[in-house]
């Protein structure tokens, strides 16, 4: 079987981007032989938009949480506890994705080559020595399969915002998550857990990109103004006309105009954000969006 994962918990914000993630998926291929498996704190916040598929519904209580927090109480260490969790519930092909993903492509042929034993990830940020992290990383020794490890300049770090693995993947997220811990205790900053990942993934095998297929729009949060106005609209109510609305509006194409904006203002453009002045999406027209995709039906 083939699992598409999710870790959507606390808002309203997070629980629409996996939607609306599950939902760009829905367009771009048939879902039979796709399940989804969503750890979050709240089900019902999904079941409305999501029963005509399968899914799976792992609770996150608070008390869970803050243990796979950790002793530093550190939220991106929650995201390899589930990467790990799901293996000792599930077996198949899985590929995590953040809330915060949009599906470009049919992901039929990913799941494909994870079943054969490919490893996946969003895709290659920097090496180490381009990285932040760098010089309190460099020359730092942990313990990794009980030998000391020193890391090297040419350390890929990979963005993991979308992990694609399976069951046999269990020791090496045993060991990112060691490599964590370890991390943790010497040096706390929020791509720590992106680090071990990366580390512990490409030691073992060649890591593969998935940018082509998924695009993670971390940097458009004002994308979450469309997501609340598109899913607490009377039209949510079927699963036709949330699929009309995401056919229509690419996160992507978004960044683009967000960074036109940002960059070829010039002098005016340079002024206005010195004063604050930020970026706004254009309205939402949800109407003409459901009427576009009723003509595009017709013919």
């Given at each position: 079987?083939n699992?598409?994962?999710?870790?959507?918990?606390?808002?309203k914000?997070?629980y629409y981007?996996?939607?609306y993630s599950i939902?760009?998926?829905a367009i771009?291929?048939?879902?039979q032989?796709v399940s989804?498996?969503?750890?979050t704190?709240d089900?019902?916040?999904?079941q409305?938009?999501?029963?005509h598929?399968?899914v799976h519904?792992?609770?996150?209580?608070?008390?869970l949480?803050?243990?796979?927090r950790?002793?530093?109480?550190?939220?991106?260490?929650a995201?390899v506890?589930?990467?790990?969790?799901?293996?000792?519930k599930y077996?198949?092909?899985?590929?995590f994705?953040d809330?915060?993903t949009?599906?470009?492509?049919d992901?039929?042929?990913?799941f494909?080559?994870?079943q054969?034993?490919e490893?996946?990830?969003?895709r290659?940020?920097k090496h180490?020595?381009?990285s932040?992290?760098?010089?309190?990383l460099?020359n730092?020794?942990?313990?990794i399969?009980?030998?000391?490890?020193?890391f090297?300049?040419a350390?890929?770090i990979?963005?993991?915002?979308?992990v694609?693995?399976t069951?046999?993947?269990?020791p090496?997220?045993e060991?990112s998550l060691?490599l964590?811990?370890?991390?943790l205790?010497?040096?706390i900053?929020?791509i720590?857990e992106q680090?071990?990942?990366s580390?512990t993934?490409?030691?073992?095998?060649?890591?593969?990109?998935?940018?082509a297929y998924?695009?993670?729009?971390w940097?458009v949060?004002e994308?979450?103004?469309?997501?609340?106005q598109i899913f607490e609209?009377?039209?949510?109510?079927h699963c036709?006309?949330?699929?009309?609305?995401v056919r229509?509006i690419d996160?992507?194409?978004?960044?683009?105009?967000?960074?036109?904006w940002?960059?070829?203002g010039?002098i005016v453009?340079?002024?206005?954000?010195?004063?604050?002045k930020k970026?706004?999406?254009?309205?939402?027209?949800?109407e003409?969006?459901?009427?576009?995709g009723?003509?595009?039906?017709?013919?």
């Amino acid at each position: 079987m083939n699992y598409i994962v999710y870790l959507s918990h606390t808002s309203k914000d997070i629980y629409y981007e996996a939607l609306y993630s599950i939902y760009s998926l829905a367009i771009r291929q048939d879902l039979q032989n796709v399940s989804f498996i969503i750890y979050t704190d709240d089900p019902g916040a999904f079941q409305k938009y999501l029963g005509h598929l399968q899914v799976h519904y792992e609770i996150m209580t608070p008390a869970l949480m803050r243990e796979w927090r950790g002793k530093h109480n550190f939220v991106h260490r929650a995201k390899v506890r589930t990467l790990q969790d799901v293996l000792t519930k599930y077996t198949g092909n899985f590929l995590f994705l953040d809330s915060d993903t949009y599906v470009q492509e049919d992901l039929t042929p990913i799941f494909d080559r994870i079943q054969a034993g490919e490893l996946f990830m969003d895709r290659m940020e920097k090496h180490l020595d381009r990285s932040k992290i760098y010089k309190p990383l460099h020359n730092h020794t942990v313990t990794i399969d009980g030998q000391p490890v020193t890391f090297t300049e040419a350390v890929e770090i990979w963005n993991t915002g979308a992990v694609g693995y399976t069951n046999a993947s269990a020791p090496l997220l045993e060991k990112s998550l060691a490599l964590t811990d370890q991390l943790l205790d010497y040096y706390i900053r929020h791509i720590i857990e992106q680090f071990a990942i990366s580390y512990t993934f490409q030691r073992a095998a060649r890591l593969h990109p998935l940018d082509a297929y998924v695009f993670h729009y971390w940097n458009v949060k004002e994308f979450r103004s469309y997501l609340r106005q598109i899913f607490e609209h009377p039209a949510a109510e079927h699963c036709q006309s949330l699929e009309t609305i995401v056919r229509q509006i690419d996160p992507s194409v978004l960044l683009k105009q967000k960074l036109n904006w940002k960059y070829n203002g010039g002098i005016v453009r340079a002024i206005e954000r010195m004063f604050g002045k930020k970026f706004t999406l254009a309205p939402l027209k949800i109407e003409e969006l459901l009427e576009n995709g009723s003509r595009t039906t017709q013919v």
